[in-house]
């Protein structure tokens, strides 16, 4: 009997995958069950491994080949995996709401839309090194001020829990916004800017690939704290999402905490440390002249 290997994941695995988790949806009016739930999350689970495998597998380094992740059917496979990917933790944190019935079919519509650019075309490699730079900082960036805004809510709720616990009065000019609202910021503070700083990375790795000669060694301070940071953001998406008691306000602030200090330990490395990131010969190229659609088959539009 011949063994499995990754190469044989196709598209047809996790179109399969996502079309039995929107099956399962349909069915929540007629079938209650947990079972539903389980078999609902597990297959959308299965579905973005394998997607994740298929595009893992697209991801060619090498410069004699189609550069990784550069054209519009991998753009659109990237949107239809986040979409996924958002509907999985969304229903981990609340499994009765319906999300999968408007989420799943989204998901299937883009991979239907991205089969369509299969064979498009691919975007030179000049114009991918600039797309893909773009959205490493851009995400980067805003992350970053998710963060940020995500330390001064948690900070303020713990100051306005600390004020209501020891009946303290509020002092004149500094009226603090309500608990609820505090918490409700702090939370979704965490869920945004750990999205957007793992797409920050993900996509500062793969411009990486895209470098060749001017690319950071994997060894960069920048490389491995972003590692780190990396993974503290996966352990507290699954962590807030599976533990319920991480879900008090109190403890999402101090998670909040943690990747500020996180955050600033990375930027510092990049503006301080012993590292290539900020040299001029890591910076993103200019933008190209000719425009994305100028390099698409005739008849096709992105």
């Known amino acids: 009997m011949t063994g499995f290997s990754l190469t044989h994941v196709h598209l047809s695995c996790f179109v399969a995958s996502y079309s039995v988790a929107l099956l399962l949806e349909l069915l929540r009016?007629?079938?209650?069950?947990?079972?539903?739930?389980?078999?609902?999350?597990?297959?959308?689970?299965?579905?973005?491994?394998?997607?994740?495998?298929?595009?893992?597998?697209?991801?060619?380094?090498?410069?004699?080949?189609?550069?990784?992740?550069?054209?519009?059917?991998?753009?659109?496979?990237?949107?239809?995996?986040?979409?996924a990917v958002v509907y999985l933790t969304s229903s981990l944190r609340r499994p009765q709401a319906a999300y999968g019935v408007f989420m799943l079919p989204l998901v299937l519509v883009l991979i239907a839309i991205a089969s369509l650019f299969?064979?498009?075309?691919?975007?030179p490699r000049d114009q991918a090194l600039y797309v893909w730079g773009m959205v490493h900082g851009m995400a980067l960036m805003v992350g970053s001020v998710v963060v940020m805004l995500g330390f001064v809510s948690g900070s303020m709720y713990l100051v306005q829990s600390s004020r209501l616990k020891r009946k303290l009065p509020p002092q004149g000019g500094l009226k603090l916004p309500s608990l609820e609202w505090l918490q409700q910021a702090t939370q979704r503070s965490l869920l945004f800017s750990?999205?957007?700083?793992?797409?920050g990375l993900l996509?500062?790795?793969?411009?990486?690939?895209?470098?060749?000669?001017?690319?950071?060694?994997?060894?960069?301070?920048?490389?491995?704290?972003?590692?780190?940071?990396?993974?503290?953001?996966?352990?507290?998406?699954?962590?807030?999402?599976?533990?319920?008691?991480a879900v008090h306000p109190r403890k999402v602030a101090y998670l909040t905490f943690a990747s500020f200090v996180f955050l600033v330990l990375v930027?510092?490395?990049?503006?301080?440390?012993?590292?290539?990131?900020?040299?001029?010969?890591?910076?993103?190229?200019?933008?190209?002249?000719a425009g994305l659609a100028d390099h698409l088959p005739r008849g096709e539009t992105p």
Do not use: C
């Open 29 to 83: 009016l007629m079938l209650r069950s947990p079972a539903r739930i389980l078999g609902t999350l597990g297959f959308t689970g299965a579905g973005i491994l394998a997607q994740t495998i298929y595009i893992v597998l697209r991801t060619s380094p090498n410069p004699d080949q189609t550069p990784p992740l550069s054209g519009w059917f991998d753009w659109l496979l990237l949107v239809a995996w986040g979409v």
């Open 118 to 123: 299969r064979h498009a075309e691919p975007f």
């Open 194 to 199: 750990s999205g957007l700083l793992a797409a």
């Open 203 to 245: 996509a500062g790795v793969v411009l990486n690939l895209l470098q060749r000669q001017a690319a950071l060694p994997w060894t960069d301070p920048v490389v491995w704290t972003s590692g780190i940071l990396f993974v503290w953001l996966g352990v507290v998406l699954v962590f807030e999402s599976l533990y319920k008691p």
């Open 267 to 289: 930027l510092g490395m990049v503006l301080l440390g012993p590292s290539r990131h900020a040299s001029p010969s890591a910076a993103v190229p200019t933008p190209p002249a």
